[in-house]
């Protein structure tokens, strides 16, 4: 079946630190790949996404790319500030079903 | 400004009554999903709509009940079945089309039933 993994959190940075959020998924072929990020008391805004293989999604200075060979779509951001502090979600699509599977989410604190 | 609405922000209820979550948009979407996030948790789908009057189950389908009856809305009503109703629920819409699968989410209704 269809499943991801994310990086345990809560994840805590200093700012200018260089951040990881380690994303690995299972999935029936190629899906498109999703993150998505969470402030507090708010609903989930996209943050990034990849299509296919090999694919960089790119926003806010966030950084992803598809490895299809390690099944994999981890977040960086070379520089986080204090405003990054939320909480980060991987969800790669079910194929054919138009769901998306959620991992449990990582909890990032930057300190100034 | 185009976008998912749901409200109330805030809801309480006494443990027995049912209660219905509003959840409007008007991106002109065709599918529409409802999520449950417990404290803490990831997000788990409770239904969701692919288009009007018709939708399935999630993986945590009991004791909630839905309607799509237009496509702009999605109501949740939670049932007195539901064992835990305690939660923030969010929904969200997608094109729905083939390949566009990106889900854009509404602000959420955190429900407190005592």
């Known amino acids: 079946g269809n499943s991801v993994t994310q990086m345990e959190g809560p994840v805590t940075l200093s700012e200018e630190a260089f951040l990881t959020i380690n994303c690995t998924y299972t999935?029936?072929?190629?899906?498109?790949l999703f993150w998505y990020v969470q402030y507090p008391g708010e609903g989930l805004q996209l943050l990034l996404k990849?299509?296919?293989?090999?694919d960089k999604g790119s926003n806010k200075g966030f950084e992803a790319t598809y490895r299809k060979e390690t099944t994999s779509f981890h977040l960086e951001k070379g520089s986080v500030q204090v405003s990054d502090s939320a909480v980060y979600f991987c969800?790669?699509?079910?194929?054919?079903?138009?769901?998306?599977?959620f991992g449990q989410g990582t909890r990032l604190t930057i300190n100034p | 400004d185009g976008g998912i609405t749901q409200s109330p922000k805030y809801l309480f209820r006494k443990e027995g009554q049912n209660v219905t979550l509003s959840c409007e948009q008007n991106?002109?979407?065709?599918?529409m999903y409802w999520y449950r996030q417990d404290p803490g948790q990831g997000l788990r789908l409770i239904y969701y709509s692919q288009i009007v009057n018709d939708f399935q189950k999630g993986d945590i389908a009991e004791g909630y009940s839905v309607s799509r009856e237009k496509k702009e809305s999605f109501p949740l009503t939670v049932t007195s079945a539901q064992k835990n109703p305690t939660a923030f629920y969010l929904c969200a819409s997608s094109p729905g089309l083939a390949g566009s699968y990106e889900q854009y989410f509404g602000p959420g209704t955190r429900l407190t039933v005592t």
């Open positions: 990849a299509t296919k293989a090999d």
């Open positions: 999935a029936t072929g190629y899906p498109s």
């Open positions: 991106l002109n979407h065709d599918a």
């Open positions: 969800a790669p699509v079910i194929q054919g079903a138009q769901k998306l599977v």
